[in-house]
């Protein structure tokens, strides 16, 4: 038993070494042990499927809408030229969609390959532009930084152990889709999944980066950190569950600016 445990550990390390990646903007280490096309795939169906099931929902035409593509079209451009500045353009594939869904949760996602929804509830939240580009810069990204693919990859380890060893690429599309619905969820919960405290962390700044070469001043994200600490009441939206407190968060922030500044394109 013992010789078998060791050997499967030993396979487990080779997969893991073998699957490590590195995030585009914050250059931490990862786990990756599926495709990002194939997540992107089902995160566009998952999108599409939350649309049609939510069609009433969808708000266009509206000053508000517009502003919500706007915002996200301005952080979704310095995004595709941050990447092409690193030379790593060629390694994502984003077909972005921003649409804004009435909902009075303050709540804001963006799936892989830029699939972004935000909530109405969020915008008095927001306020205005900058504020707006706070929350979907952070949102957008998770996604750059592929925290659903670290987490998905986690989750194929933690289910499949040693069976994930050369055997990722062949698993059959329904387990890739059975997994994607257990991460993500369908109808509501779509934008539900939660990333740990150090994803948070890492998107916070990667976050203030896009907002800062997108044209929106780094500075307004502690304002729209400092709202969203005041219009909390009892319990905290789902959404915030694994952030980091306020206090931290926006300490945090305070001290990423400085570097950041140099980003930012007025």
Not at 240 to 264: C, F, G, N
Request: charged share 20%.
């Amino acid at each position: 038993m013992k010789r078998i445990f060791k050997y499967t550990a030993m396979l487990m390390l080779g997969a893991t070494i073998a699957g490590c990646a590195t995030s585009a903007i914050t250059g931490r280490k990862y786990l990756k042990l599926v495709d990002s096309q194939q997540i992107n795939d089902q995160a566009a169906l998952a999108y599409k499927d939350f649309l049609s099931k939510n069609n009433s929902k969808v708000i266009t035409g509206t000053a508000a809408a517009t502003q919500v593509k706007r915002v996200g079209s301005n952080i979704a451009i310095a995004a595709n030229q941050y990447l092409k500045q690193l030379g790593i353009a060629d390694k994502f594939s984003f077909n972005w969609e921003f649409n804004l869904i009435e909902s009075p949760d303050v709540n804001a996602w963006c799936m892989p390959g830029g699939k972004v929804a935000v909530y109405s509830g969020i915008l008095p939240v927001a306020k205005n532009d900058a504020g707006l580009a706070t929350v979907m810069g952070h949102e957008i990204a998770h996604a750059i930084e592929e925290h659903s693919v670290s987490q998905y990859s986690n989750a194929m380890a933690a289910q499949y152990g040693a069976q994930i060893l050369g055997a990722a690429g062949a698993m059959s599309n329904s387990k890739y889709i059975g997994m994607f619905n257990q991460l993500y969820g369908i109808g509501y919960q779509v934008g539900s999944l939660k990333f740990s405290r150090n994803d948070e962390l890492a998107a916070d700044k990667a976050g203030l980066i896009l907002m800062a070469m997108a044209g929106y001043d780094p500075n307004e994200s502690i304002k729209f950190w400092e709202r969203m600490a005041q219009g909390k009441s009892g319990s905290q939206p789902e959404w915030l569950s694994t952030h980091p407190s306020d206090a931290r968060r926006i300490s945090q922030l305070q001290a990423m600016i400085p570097e950041v500044m140099k980003y930012y394109k007025k």
